[in-house]
């Protein structure tokens, strides 16, 4: 999940399944519902990851479609180095 700090806040959920292909956007919003997100994803403890690059680009992929071949690159770097932070925590 991603945020974006500046005004109005945006957040951005993704979820990837294994072999589903790519992560899909779950959730998306501006303002109220961004710091809803962002509270729910803390509350079940999901790593949130401030971009506001990356939230910008994601605000533009519909809800439940995969994110586009373009954003593969970033999102995987970003999944691996959530991966790296959990197995160091574990």
Do not use: C
């Not at 997100?37 to 971009?51: D, L, P, Q, T, Y």
């Not at 910008?56 to 790296?84: K, N």
């Amino acid at each position: 999940m991603a945020k974006n700090t500046m005004s109005p806040q945006q957040a951005v959920a993704l979820a990837y399944l294994e072999n589903s292909g790519a992560p899909k956007v779950v959730a998306k919003g501006k303002g109220l519902i961004a710091d809803q997100i962002i509270e729910r994803a803390k509350e079940n403890g999901v790593f949130v990851h401030e971009s506001r690059e990356l939230v910008s680009l994601l605000m533009d992929v519909d809800l439940d479609q995969q994110i586009p071949p373009t954003l593969y690159q970033a999102i995987a770097e970003l999944l691996a180095w959530v991966y790296r932070i959990e197995n160091k925590q574990a």
